[in-house]
């Protein structure tokens, strides 16, 4: 089997949408060690706060402790290893025992020897593990934390090269939260067609699952910051902390605010997609919206 195959069959629980990138996380977190330390093993204590850090900023908005995906990742043939001190295999993916064991873990030698061989296999592991999980507006995000420079596909594979016209026209041209709508010589820039339903989670190329966002309010519907309600308000989440007037003004200002809406006769977004994005993707609880 290819790698590429290989790291994309990890087995994950995913039905029905739920997001579980948790295994994928690790795998990138290790593939960024890899390209800066080479094929040395990292004890579990060392990577702790790093994956813990990406698990909570760009898994699912529930909490999941980083010894999951360490421990059961090695359940996966031919891409993970698991070795305590003492030379055993993993204890578990309770914490105290993979601390106490000094548990470690590494890429598996054949999935080593053939990233040593091959330059090009490393940059095509993490895009498509990226691709596959994540939004792309969260893709330089997540090279960034685990040290890697990659450039994220301008399309991602499979995406309907109308949907962004079609949504930007359906909204006209404009963010359906704050209203920017700038242009350049002709040509709109800053406006994104941001999909409520990743497409990595069966988000269909459909006006009924766009939402024409600005730069900044895409990477913030996408991180989980922003949301919507089902009669479609803009919500912000509590955990979002605002300090500069501009921050406030630009987010926390919009809770409670409705949310454009496209062109007459053209589809909202669905409810469904907006209660997979309420349950997957945004940071609970919402703010209060601020008194008049």
Not at 40 to 63: M, S, T, V
Not at 269 to 282: D, G, K, L, S, Y
């Given at each position: 089997?290819?790698?590429?195959?290989?790291?994309?069959?990890?087995?994950?629980?995913s039905?029905?949408g739920?997001?579980?990138?948790?295994?994928?996380?690790?795998?990138?977190?290790?593939?960024?060690?890899?390209?800066?330390?080479g094929?040395?093993?990292?004890?579990?204590?060392?990577?702790?706060?790093d994956l813990?850090?990406?698990?909570?900023?760009f898994?699912?908005?529930?909490?999941?402790?980083?010894?999951?995906?360490?421990?059961?990742?090695?359940n996966?043939?031919?891409?993970?290893?698991?070795?305590?001190?003492?030379?055993?295999?993993?204890?578990?993916?309770?914490?105290?025992?993979?601390?106490?064991?000094r548990?470690?873990?590494?890429?598996?030698?054949?999935?080593?020897?053939?990233?040593?061989r091959?330059?090009?296999?490393l940059?095509?592991?993490?895009?498509?593990l990226?691709?596959?999980?994540?939004?792309?507006?969260?893709?330089?995000?997540?090279?960034?934390?685990i040290g890697l420079?990659?450039?994220?596909?301008?399309?991602?594979?499979?995406?309907?090269?109308?949907?962004?016209?079609?949504v930007l026209?359906?909204y006209?041209?404009?963010?359906?939260?704050?209203?920017?709508?700038?242009w350049?010589?002709?040509?709109?820039?800053?406006?994104?067609?941001?999909h409520v339903r990743?497409?990595t989670?069966?988000?269909?190329?459909r006006?009924?699952?766009?939402?024409?966002?600005?730069?900044?309010?895409h990477?913030?519907?996408?991180?989980g910051?922003?949301?919507?309600?089902g009669?479609?308000?803009?919500?912000?989440?509590?955990?979002?902390?605002?300090?500069?007037?501009?921050?406030?003004?630009?987010?926390?200002?919009?809770?409670?605010?409705?949310?454009?809406?496209?062109?007459?006769?053209?589809?909202?977004?669905?409810?469904r997609?907006?209660?997979?994005?309420t349950?997957?993707?945004?940071?609970?609880?919402?703010?209060?919206?601020?008194?008049a």
């Amino acid at each position: 089997m290819e790698w590429v195959e290989r790291v994309l069959n990890v087995r994950r629980h995913s039905r029905d949408g739920v997001r579980a990138p948790h295994k994928p996380l690790l795998l990138l977190y290790a593939l960024g060690r890899f390209h800066d330390r080479g094929p040395r093993a990292i004890e579990f204590a060392a990577l702790e706060d790093d994956l813990g850090r990406l698990l909570r900023e760009f898994g699912p908005p529930r909490p999941t402790s980083p010894g999951y995906p360490f421990h059961h990742l090695a359940n996966d043939d031919g891409l993970w290893q698991v070795t305590t001190a003492d030379g055993g295999g993993s204890p578990g993916p309770g914490l105290g025992a993979l601390r106490s064991t000094r548990a470690s873990g590494r890429l598996h030698p054949d999935l080593a020897a053939a990233l040593e061989r091959d330059p090009e296999l490393l940059p095509r592991l993490v895009r498509a593990l990226l691709d596959a999980n994540f939004a792309p507006s969260l893709h330089a995000d997540i090279c960034q934390m685990i040290g890697l420079d990659l450039d994220a596909p301008v399309l991602p594979a499979g995406r309907d090269p109308a949907f962004r016209p079609e949504v930007l026209e359906a909204y006209e041209f404009s963010c359906a939260f704050c209203g920017y709508d700038g242009w350049l010589e002709g040509i709109a820039v800053g406006l994104d067609a941001a999909h409520v339903r990743w497409r990595t989670y069966g988000g269909p190329d459909r006006l009924d699952n766009g939402i024409c966002l600005c730069a900044l309010h895409h990477r913030l519907f996408d991180r989980g910051v922003m949301g919507l309600t089902g009669d479609r308000v803009i919500t912000v989440s509590r955990k979002y902390i605002a300090r500069a007037p501009a921050s406030h003004r630009q987010v926390l200002d919009l809770a409670g605010r409705p949310v454009r809406a496209p062109q007459a006769g053209l589809p909202p977004v669905e409810a469904r997609h907006i209660e997979w994005h309420t349950e997957q993707v945004f940071r609970r609880p919402a703010r209060q919206p601020r008194a008049a």
